[in-house]
């Protein structure tokens, strides 16, 4: 088994994600895995980072797939021992002008946004290291459309409480009202995108709770994060930060120093801790 320290950074074969490892293979003392669903892109990403003389490796991920998931995991469990550092930045969303059926947009949204990055955490969360780093890419539509909720939801989603099971049923609960056509009615914002990333920001608040409770010794930080608004196929030519600069936040809380105790649980944008 290798003592060398190890990151992994989901969807990471283009965007922001290949930002990040960028960032992490210039910076983090260890190996660094570029993730992708597929292995072609994947292949054809590391062969343009080792262009720049970087020296990422590879391991395919779709978090949308269990098995895919778990053998990542069983992968690193046996190589390494455990993982010191996870971002959690592969997602999706469809485009304004996209015309597929709201119900269906909301259900495919939340698949990989929430539940593929829940389940990602129920694998590798486990196998964190002490004073290990997890960033969940999250968004500043979080906080938007989090606004958006009645009041009944936003306290929900605000509370100390929480559990992750509550957490899901109101996520499923989302998509079922969407389908009925009465989202709206119950108090929840026309944005399956938002609704989403209101279930990442929530899940890193509940899983840093956790960590209090389980693992406190072990030093792990575990934050949400905005990367801003960044040119990537994802949001367009007309955004305002690069790839590099998108990446400054994830790399920076992937990075906490091991005598940092703070951010943790936080939703960060810019390095700075936003309100919830
Ligand atoms: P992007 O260029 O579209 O890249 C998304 C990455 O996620 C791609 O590598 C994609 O792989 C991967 N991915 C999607 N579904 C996946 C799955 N099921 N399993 C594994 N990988 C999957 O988008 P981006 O702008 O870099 O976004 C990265 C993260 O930042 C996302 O979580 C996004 O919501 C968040 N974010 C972006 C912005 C922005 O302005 N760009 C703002 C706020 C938050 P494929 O190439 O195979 O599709």
Same mark, same amino acid.
């Given at each position: 088994m290798s003592n060398v320290p190890v990151a992994v950074v989901t969807g990471s074969n283009k965007g922001i994600g290949l930002a990040i490892v960028r960032a992490l293979c210039k910076q983090f003392p260890g190996d660094v895995y570029l993730t992708s669903r597929d292995p072609g892109r994947g292949q054809a990403a590391v062969a343009q980072l080792q262009q720049e003389g970087l020296k990422p490796l590879f391991h395919q991920l779709d978090i949308d797939d269990l098995q895919s998931i778990r053998a990542l995991r069983d992968f690193l469990k046996e190589k390494y021992g455990g993982i010191n550092v996870l971002v959690n930045n592969a997602g999706i969303a469809f485009k304004v002008q996209d015309t597929t059926p709201f119900p269906i947009q909301a259900e495919v %949204? =939340? *698949? %990989? &946004? @929430? @539940? $593929?990055? #829940? &389940?990602?955490c129920t694998e590798l969360l486990p196998l964190m290291k002490p004073y290990g780093r997890?960033? &969940?890419v999250s968004s500043m539509v979080s906080s938007s459309a989090l606004g958006g909720c009645s009041q009944e939801l936003q306290q929900k989603f605000r509370s100390d409480t929480i559990t992750e099971e509550e957490l899901v049923q109101l996520m499923n609960k989302f998509v079922e009202d969407t389908k009925k056509n009465v989202h709206q009615k119950e108090g929840w914002p026309n944005t399956a995108y938002g609704v989403s *990333? /209101? $279930? !990442? %920001? !929530? =899940?890193? #608040? /509940?899983?840093? #709770? =956790? =960590?209090?409770?389980n693992r406190k010794g072990d030093h792990i930080l575990l934050n949400a994060c905005c990367p801003g608004w960044v040119r990537t196929d994802m949001a367009g030519p007309q955004a305002t930060k690069s790839p590099d600069e998108g990446a400054e936040t994830p790399v920076y809380l992937a990075l906490l120093p091991s005598n940092a105790d703070a951010p943790h649980g936080q939703f960060v944008s810019n390095k700075t801790v936003k309100p919830w």
């Open positions: %949204t =939340l *698949k %990989t &946004n @929430f @539940f $593929g990055t #829940r &389940n990602v997890v960033v &969940n *990333k /209101i $279930g !990442v %920001t !929530v =899940l890193s #608040r /509940i899983q840093a #709770r =956790l =960590l209090n409770e």
